[in-house]
């Protein structure tokens, strides 16, 4: 399996970084998933190592979310094996996060409330307090902590979901089309924002997308799923972060493209 090239001093930078946030490895062998006669997930076989961006695409219905939903335990297998490693190589039970499409927001809290359901119950307030304002910080929105959701864009309402996610500072973050509803511009922003807070925390990332381009932009790797099966695993070879534009990575979309349309195998 080829892997992304990365240059000495970003491959150490981000080796340390996840070491900090607990970012595990994912490891998954002959997954299965039904449900009845509907067999979703067949035969899965994946590594991703800790710290990795890994993107899955494919056509609706393909088995995406289900695969994301097994990964953050929301599902059950069917069969086959999956276990969390952590960066010194033993087993771990890693801090996992979610982030939806929908933003789900408590609309009665404030954004800086909303970001501390985050951090569950128990947490004493200064503490909270800290965290809060650390990652409302990371997600450029210090200046609406007070604020209700009502008063905010879509693309602000997203990025406070995002900091919902990060303030436990998750060894594993999954993100479920979360850019799908955002118009162009601030899709693109929020993509900015993404790679760089990853880049920052180090935490393992799962994004499942039909955005080929979003895809090839953010992730290490892009793993394309067809009929519940991986039919292309791609490294995306160069360092982050990417300019837009860049006629390499257009090559690389078509070639995933391809493989959605069938067209890579014949």
């Known amino acids: 399996m080829s892997v992304t090239v990365l240059d000495r001093p970003r491959r ?5 970084a996840s070491q900090v946030t607990g970012a595990a490895a994912i490891h998954i062998k002959g997954l299965e998933k039904s449900f009845g006669s509907n067999r979703v997930l067949r035969g899965i076989d994946l590594d991703i190592p800790a710290g990795q961006f890994v993107a899955v695409i494919g056509k609706s219905g393909c088995g ?10 929301l599902e059950e297998p069917t069969g086959g094996h999956l276990h969390f490693e952590a960066v010194d190589g033993d ?3 890693p801090n996992t996060r979610i982030v939806f499409q929908e933003p789900r927001l408590l609309p009665w809290l ?5 970001v501390a359901v985050g951090l569950g119950e128990g947490v004493p307030h200064d503490l909270l307090r800290k965290e809060t304002v650390s990652v409302l910080s990371e997600v450029q929105l210090s200046e609406k902590a ?7 864009s879509g693309g602000q309402k997203q990025r406070v979901a995002l900091a919902r996610a990060l303030v436990s500072r998750p060894g594993i973050l999954a993100l479920d089309e979360p850019l799908g509803a955002l118009d162009a511009l601030t899709r693109i922003s929020m993509q900015e924002l993404l790679n760089s807070v990853w880049r920052e925390l180090g935490f393992t990332a799962v994004l499942v997308t039909h955005d080929v381009g979003e895809a090839v932009h953010l992730a290490d790797r892009v793993v394309v799923l067809d009929e519940g099966r991986i039919v292309l695993d791609l490294a995306i ?4 972060p990417r300019p837009y534009g860049n ?6 979309e078509g070639q995933l493209l391809a493989a959605i349309l069938g067209e890579a195998r014949g």
């Open 12 to 16: 150490e930078a981000r080796n340390a």
């Open 64 to 73: 995406k979310s289900t695969l994301l939903r097994i990964l953050m335990g």
């Open 91 to 93: 087993d771990t039970q």
């Open 110 to 114: 404030s954004v800086a409330a909303n």
């Open 146 to 152: 007070g604020e209700w959701p009502s008063s905010l």
């Open 237 to 240: 070879p160069y360092p982050h």
């Open 247 to 252: 006629p390499a990575l257009a090559e690389l």
